[in-house]
T-cell receptor
Framework: AQSVTQLDSQVPVFEEAPVELRCNYS??????LFWYVQYPNQGLQLLLK??????LVKSINGFEAEFNKSQTSFHLRKPSVHISDTAEYFC?????????????FGTGTSLTVIP | KAGVTQTPRYLIKTRGQQVTLSCSPI?????VSWYQQTPGQGLQFLFE???????NKGNFPGRFSGRQFSNSRSEMNVSTLELGDSALYLC???????????????FGPGTRLTVT
């Protein structure tokens, strides 16, 4: 089974500053990688995903993540954060289990953007 | 297209009772997965149903069970509730495409269960 580690449980950052949310997973075999965002009282929304191809993936709202196979990492970055980015962020890994896929989630990183 | 819906959104039960949560997937999605979300533990996988069959199961006691109906709607049942079962229960639906080994999950807003 996979395990996903999000190294920082809380990250405070000033508005317009850059941010990096770290994620490491346990196995280097073929996996799919995801970042989800959760706003208060809502479910999780997919932010971006890595399936194959270019190791750098980007979202429409300025976030990007880089897949590093040798370091089994998938860190999330944004060069300039906004107040609206305040939310809980979850890193997830999917691998094939039996006839389906199983998703493994990290414990989440709470990003707080300070005005 | 309507998103994943979960009912009820909030629930308060006492220890020893049982509870049933419902999830309606996005139209056309045949896979439904359930997760338990608690502070500090993150999301933990409960089980996945596909075409009315349980396809994968996480590491939870037998008090947690589920089922899926022919219209892909799914229910999750927890019997003999314990205080530690207080959590946000999330349901996710997926469109499984033949010939691929990946599918994207779309989450509902969750059911907040409080056990007193």
């Amino acid at each position: 089974a996979q395990s996903v580690t999000q190294l920082d449980s809380q990250v405070p950052v000033f508005e317009e500053a850059p941010v990096e949310l770290r994620c490491n997973y346990s196995s280097s075999v073929s996996v799919y990688l995801f970042w989800y965002v959760q706003y208060p009282n809502q479910g999780l929304q997919l932010l971006l995903k890595y399936l194959s191809g270019s190791t750098l993936v980007k979202s429409i709202n300025g976030f990007e993540a880089e897949f590093n196979k040798s370091q089994t990492s998938f860190h999330l970055r944004k060069p300039s954060v906004h107040i609206s980015d305040t939310a809980e962020y979850f890193c997830a890994v999917s691998d094939r289990v039996g006839t389906g896929n199983q998703f493994y989630f990290g414990t989440g990183t709470s990003l707080t953007v300070i005005p | 297209k309507a998103g994943v819906t979960q009912t009820p959104r909030y629930l308060i039960k006492t220890r020893g009772q049982q509870v049933t949560l419902s999830c309606s997937p996005i139209s056309g999605h045949r896979s439904v997965s359930w997760y338990q979300q608690t502070p500090g533990q993150g999301l933990q996988f409960l089980f996945e149903y596909f075409s009315e069959t349980q396809r994968n199961k996480g590491n939870f006691p037998g008090r947690f069970s589920g089922r899926q109906f022919s219209n892909s709607r799914s229910e999750m049942n927890v019997s003999t509730l314990e205080l530690g079962d207080s959590a946000l229960y999330l349901c996710a639906s997926s469109l499984v495409m033949w010939g691929t080994d990946y599918y994207e999950q779309y989450f509902g807003p969750g059911t907040r269960l409080t056990v007193t």
